[in-house]
Each structure stands twice: as structure tokens, then as C-alpha cells.
């Protein structure tokens, strides 16, 4: 499997702004779909954004980010990107990145601490 390590997440007051990273160890992300989902405490893990590798509109959103989350990649620097906007307290969560390579694998990151509060 590849190592993935998620970055930029923090303490941000509701309405604010992030931007979470995801690094990849290899040139994986410019040949593969990449996912990121997130985790609330007590809560299952869910989907929140897809970059879908050569498809003519690469992004979908899971419904209560639409409109406020945007996922992109940057294949020079193995960096695939979550640009979070008007947060709310219910976005808070533990965001991981997956990536399912055909000669690799799956690749979890360890996940980055995204906490929305006053």
C-alpha cells in the first residue's frame, strides 16, 4: 500500500474556513479515484467527497457539504486537497483519505482532527 498522512486540520470557529491535505508517498493520485470520508465521535463513518480519476466532472459531494467543500488535486505534488468553508459544528470530525490503487491496494491516512466550535 501507499502512506497517506492527512494534514491542516484544527480548532475553527463556526463559519470559518480549512484546508486539509492528504500526501501520498508515491505518484498515486494522478491514476486513481481518492475519497475522503470523516468520523464524528458516536458516529459511523461517512462519506464526504470523491475525486474520481478521468471523469469529465471528477468531483461529487456527500449532501450536507454541497456547496461548501471542495476536494482537488495537485499531481506534482502527490497532494490531493479538502478546501472547507462556512463550517459548522456538525463538520466536526476526524477526516481520513483512502485510496484503492490496482497494484497497491487500499491506503488509509491516519486521519486529521477537525474541530468546530465558539
Known amino acids: 500500500q501507499v502512506q497517506l498522512v492527512e494534514s491542516g486540520g484544527g480548532l475553527v470557529q463556526p463559519g470559518g474556513s480549512l484546508r486539509l491535505s492528504c500526501l501520498a508517498s508515491?505518484?498515486?493520485?494522478?491514476?486513481?479515484?481518492v475519497v475522503w470520508y470523516r468520523q464524528a465521535p458516536g458516529n459511523p463513518r461517512e462519506w464526504v467527497a470523491t475525486f474520481t480519476n478521468g471523469a469529465p466532472t471528477p468531483t461529487r459531494y456527500a449532501d450536507p457539504v454541497k456547496g461548501r467543500f471542495t476536494i482537488s488535486r495537485d499531481i506534482d505534488r502527490n497532494t490531493v486537497y479538502l478546501f472547507m468553508t462556512n463550517l459548522k459544528r456538525e463538520d466536526t470530525a476526524v477526516y481520513y483519505c483512502?485510496?484503492?490503487?490496482?497494484?497497491?491496494?487500499?491506503?488509509w491516512g491516519q486521519g486529521t482532527q477537525v474541530t468546530v466550535s465558539s
Open positions: 508515491a505518484n498515486i493520485f494522478s491514476i486513481n479515484t
Open positions: 483512502k485510496v484503492n490503487d490496482r497494484r497497491l491496494g487500499v491506503s
